[in-house]
């Protein structure tokens, strides 16, 4: 699949894959599966507050860079064996 992009060149998506929205990150890390939260954000929003879950802002909306988030993983895996 490509996407346009403000100067009509195509980009496949899968180069846009890098920073993932909540909900990309919801399933990511398979919070439906393991969790039994009425909403799943709040999952997330606790994961911000609490752990530090790694995000960025961009033109206001919050995106989480996936080698972030696995590093993340790793380092909350280490420290809470």
């Known amino acids: 699949m490509l996407m346009q992009n403000r100067d009509n060149l195509e ?20 919070i439906a599966e393991i969790s039994k939260a009425a909403d799943y954000h709040n999952v997330i929003e606790n994961l911000k507050r609490m752990h530090g879950l790694p995000r ?19 380092e909350k895996t280490t420290l809470e064996k």
Do not use: Q, S
């Open 11 to 30: 980009k496949p998506l899968n180069n846009y894959h890098d920073l993932l929205t909540e909900n990309d990150l919801i399933g990511f890390l398979r």
């Open 56 to 74: 960025i802002h961009i033109c206001g909306k919050v995106l989480y860079p996936k080698e972030a988030i696995k590093e993340w993983i790793k």
